[in-house]
């Protein structure tokens, strides 16, 4: 069966963001001049999923607005003769065919993803986190499919990190079956490094079958009352094969303030226009003597 679907799960509150999170969702944080979600979506086009089920809450309004139509600005571009800055408003918001679905309560990934089941149907499809950017040289979400079609069950996308930064992330346990291909036997969550059985870490990226839904609805609630989803893909892998595949990429973790910060950076000195300038202050800053604040 195709993957014609992907669940944005973008209902959390964003409380690492607060007060800036309080009328603004994090995911319509700017990278220069385009948010985040944007990043996001355009990942799943490129991969010729154009089916995008945002699971959103009450105060993810901007999400939907950002992915409609806007004519009033359109006329007000053309008329101005923007027609670059025209060109790329006009591309999302037409070549997108967006579901969304309101989370009632933050309960959890697991939860989040198990809201979105009556847009998916019986059908597999792909999880990607909202505050998570991957700049590769191919598309991960297209690979992901592609090893969907060959083996037919769930992927777990993962990249290697450092054994002291495994506290920090989901992590795999898994046995090697190709290049960049592994078969999982275990998750755990933000192990000890003494306790960590790879530096695998799971990225943000999932290609689950509709099976997964049994799963996380007979997932217990964990810390907080949330359903983890990593306790649903354990209960998956004790009756069917879940894979993962390893990226070599950069991931950029947008939803936390130093790794926006880092993400702005590293996506300004890329851009032509204002690269030049920015290293220019960069360095000056670092170079700078500044008094110690108090």
Same mark, same amino acid.
């Given at each position: 069966?195709?993957?014609?679907?992907?669940?944005?799960?973008?209902?959390?509150?964003?409380?690492?963001? !607060?007060?800036?999170?309080?009328?603004?969702? #994090?995911?319509? %944080?700017?990278?220069? &001049?385009?948010?985040?979600?944007?990043?996001?979506?355009?990942?799943?086009?490129?991969?010729?999923?154009?089916?995008?089920? %945002?699971?959103?809450?009450?105060?993810?309004?901007?999400?939907?607005?950002?992915?409609?139509?806007?004519?009033?600005?359109?006329?007000?571009?053309?008329?101005?003769?923007?027609?670059?800055? !025209?060109?790329?408003?006009?591309?999302?918001?037409?070549?997108?065919?967006?579901?969304?679905?309101?989370?009632?309560?933050?309960?959890? $990934?697991?939860?989040?993803? /198990?809201?979105?089941?009556?847009?998916?149907?019986?059908?597999?499809?792909?999880?990607? $986190?909202?505050?998570?950017?991957?700049? +590769?040289?191919?598309?991960? $979400?297209?690979?992901?499919?592609?090893?969907?079609?060959?083996?037919?069950?769930?992927?777990?996308? @993962? %990249?290697?990190?450092?054994?002291?930064? @495994?506290? #920090?992330?989901?992590?795999?346990?898994?046995?090697?079956?190709?290049?960049?291909?592994?078969?999982? &036997?275990?998750?755990?969550?933000?192990?000890?490094?003494?306790?960590?059985?790879?530096? /695998?870490?799971?990225?943000? *990226?999932?290609?689950?079958?509709? *099976?997964? %839904?049994?799963?996380?609805?007979?997932?217990?609630?964990?810390?907080?009352?949330?359903?983890?989803?990593?306790?649903?893909?354990?209960? $998956?892998?004790?009756?069917?094969?879940?894979?993962?595949?390893? /990226?070599?990429?950069?991931?950029?973790?947008?939803?936390?303030?130093?790794?926006?910060?880092?993400? /702005?950076?590293?996506?300004?000195?890329?851009?032509?226009?204002?690269? +030049?300038?920015?290293?220019?202050?960069? #360095?000056?800053? @670092?170079?700078?003597?500044?008094?110690?604040? #108090?």
């Amino acid at each position: 069966m195709e993957v014609r679907k992907a669940v944005l799960p973008v209902a959390g509150w964003g409380t690492r963001f !607060l007060p800036a999170t309080k009328a603004m969702p #994090k995911e319509m %944080f700017p990278i220069i &001049d385009k948010p985040v979600i944007q990043f996001i979506v355009e990942e799943c086009l490129h991969a010729g999923i154009e089916n995008v089920i %945002f699971v959103t809450g009450r105060h993810k309004r901007p999400i939907e607005h950002h992915f409609d139509i806007n004519t009033d600005l359109e006329k007000h571009l053309e008329h101005c003769g923007k027609t670059q800055l !025209l060109k790329n408003i006009v591309e999302i918001s037409r070549i997108t065919n967006p579901i969304y679905i309101r989370q009632k309560e933050q309960l959890g $990934l697991g939860h989040a993803v /198990l809201v979105a089941e009556p847009a998916v149907g019986a059908e597999p499809f792909i999880v990607s $986190l909202g505050d998570i950017v991957i700049k +590769s040289e191919e598309n991960v $979400l297209s690979r992901m499919v592609d090893v969907y079609k060959r083996l037919g069950k769930s992927i777990i996308a @993962v %990249f290697e990190v450092e054994p002291k930064d @495994v506290v #920090k992330y989901g992590i795999i346990n898994a046995r090697y079956i190709e290049k960049d291909i592994y078969m999982v &036997d275990d998750l755990i969550e933000k192990p000890r490094p003494e306790e960590a059985p790879s530096n /695998l870490a799971i990225v943000g *990226r999932y290609l689950f079958t509709p *099976r997964i %839904f049994e799963k996380i609805r007979v997932t217990p609630p964990g810390k907080g009352g949330e359903i983890q989803l990593t306790d649903a893909i354990k209960l $998956l892998l004790e009756e069917e094969a879940v894979y993962a595949i390893k /990226l070599n990429a950069r991931i950029y973790d947008t939803g936390t303030p130093l790794g926006y910060i880092q993400t /702005l950076v590293e996506f300004g000195l890329e851009r032509e226009d204002i690269k +030049s300038e920015l290293f220019n202050f960069l #360095k000056n800053l @670092v170079a700078e003597e500044r008094p110690a604040l #108090k």
